[in-house]
């Protein structure tokens, strides 16, 4: 297990390239099960998450080889429909195979999903919608064992209840090869769902609505291999924006899509940063502490759920209290009683944290629950006085490339060391 010795008090200041988009990836490599054959996938980040998926993929035949940021995915030679728990325990995007495996082979079985410790992770919203496409949908040990109905899955009305972007790109994956035509109303915006859209569309699949709450899929026979580049990472992107502003740096982002980064720049902005957008290039500049900025998070094109643990860091620098709600997960917090140790002064009250910023930060030695949580920490420790120890940093190699590569170029004094500890 490895982790990470930060000692605090350094501005992030300099200039990075953000990385491919770790949410893309995970929806657009399963998507090449749906036609057979060789796909080059460029700008792929190389995370612990792409290296699990292209293993469960590799379990099921597929050949996925990384070079850099140039991923090969070979789907000529599926020989299993399967996805085992040992695979799907360790990340919950590995679901993402059902759709494809049912609309291309008629069948699937797949683990129940495991992913991040923190609260319950239900897939109903998949299975109603694969469900309405006339799949058979059996629950057994653990696994979710599919069928296609004679003559393959058929075109439907489907509504999600809720806003779900796994959902919705699972069930997209399986319309279209569904024979006529599907409505998804309530529909993911996210822009990797967008991006999926549009690489299934390249691979020949008839998508209208894309970027709209409503997509409207005609089903086709067949689809053919592409070869696309992977959209930047927003999140990664709003996590170093967000390390700049606490730590009083000056930093600029290049390779991003401001675009899909409104709502937390706007943010940054209302508590006190000057950004600049120019092109695909980001710069923050902060030299003050930041004005208390409550935020809550909401679907796209709203605050994404993913920085709220990265905002709360970011708060426990605010001179005043400000309030973090997270309206997606009903327990997304474990991050909190590690800033605790840091002397963070943050007290919950139900789904909302209020967070009494300025109070000084002090090292300590914390642990990592979950990947976003871990960048908190992470945050957090490159501000506080003196020494932090951030245990099983391997939550944070799942969705960021190098980190302390990265953060050290931009002036933090950051190392990873190998430990014992579990
Ligand atoms: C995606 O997860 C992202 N992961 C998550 O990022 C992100 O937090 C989440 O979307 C929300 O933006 C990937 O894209 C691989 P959801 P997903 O289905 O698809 C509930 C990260 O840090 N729900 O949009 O699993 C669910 O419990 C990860 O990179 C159901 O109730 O999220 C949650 O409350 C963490 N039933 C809400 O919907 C379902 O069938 C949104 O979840 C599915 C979801």
């Not at 501005?11 to 949410?23: Q, Y």
Request: aromatic letters at 6%; charged letters at 20%; one cysteine or more.
């Amino acid at each position: 297990m490895d982790k990470f010795v930060i000692t605090g008090g350094k501005p992030l200041a300099g200039r990075i390239t953000i990385s491919g988009a770790k949410n893309a990836t995970l929806a657009i490599m399963p998507a090449t099960l749906l036609a057979g054959g060789v796909y080059h996938l460029t700008n792929t980040p190389n995370l612990r998450d792409v290296w699990t998926l292209s293993r469960l993929l590799g379990s099921m035949g597929v050949h996925a080889e990384l070079n850099d940021t140039d991923l090969f995915v070979d789907t000529s030679n599926i020989t299993s429909y399967e996805a085992p728990y040992e695979h799907v325990k360790k990340m919950r995007a590995s679901f993402h195979v059902l759709g494809p495996l049912l609309a291309r082979y008629g069948e699937a079985k797949v683990s129940l999903p495991g992913g991040c410790a923190w609260g319950p992770r239900p897939v109903d919203l998949h299975l109603k919608g694969l469900e309405k496409l006339g799949a058979q949908i059996d629950l057994e040990a653990g696994y979710v064992i599919a069928r296609a109905p004679e003559g393959g899955l058929r075109g439907a009305r489907i509504h999600f209840d809720i806003s779900s972007v796994g959902a919705t790109e699972n069930v997209m994956m399986a319309a279209v090869l569904a024979k006529g035509s599907t409505t998804l109303s309530n529909a993911a915006v996210e822009p990797e769902v967008t991006a999926l859209a549009r690489m299934l569309v390249n691979m020949g699949a008839k998508i209208e609505g894309i970027g709209t709450t409503t997509l409207e899929i005609e089903g086709v026979p067949e689809l053919k291999t592409v070869n696309e580049e992977t959209i930047p990472d927003r999140i990664e992107a709003g996590t170093f924006l967000i390390g700049a502003a606490m730590t009083r740096g000056k930093i600029t982002l290049d390779k991003t899509n401001p675009y899909h980064l409104a709502a937390v720049i706007a943010k940054l902005e209302e508590s006190g940063c000057e950004v600049d957008v120019n092109g695909d290039s980001i710069t923050l500049t902060m030299e003050t502490a930041p004005k208390p900025t409550d935020i809550t998070t909401s679907p796209y094109p709203g605050f994404p759920t993913d920085l709220q643990a990265q905002w709360m860091a970011y708060m426990l620098m605010a001179d005043g209290t400000s309030s973090i709600t997270d309206t997606i997960y009903t327990d997304r917090f474990k991050h909190v009683p590690e800033l605790l140790r840091l002397g963070a002064d943050v007290e919950m009250a139900e789904n909302t944290a209020i967070i009494k910023g300025g109070k000084k930060l002090s090292g300590a030695t914390v642990m990592s629950t979950d990947l976003r949580a871990s960048a908190s920490l992470i945050l957090a420790a490159l501000v506080a006085e003196g020494r932090s120890e951030i245990l099983r940093v391997y939550h944070l190699d799942r969705g960021y490339e190098a980190i302390e590569k990265r953060l050290g170029a931009l002036g933090a004094q950051i190392r990873r060391e190998r430990t014992e500890e579990f």
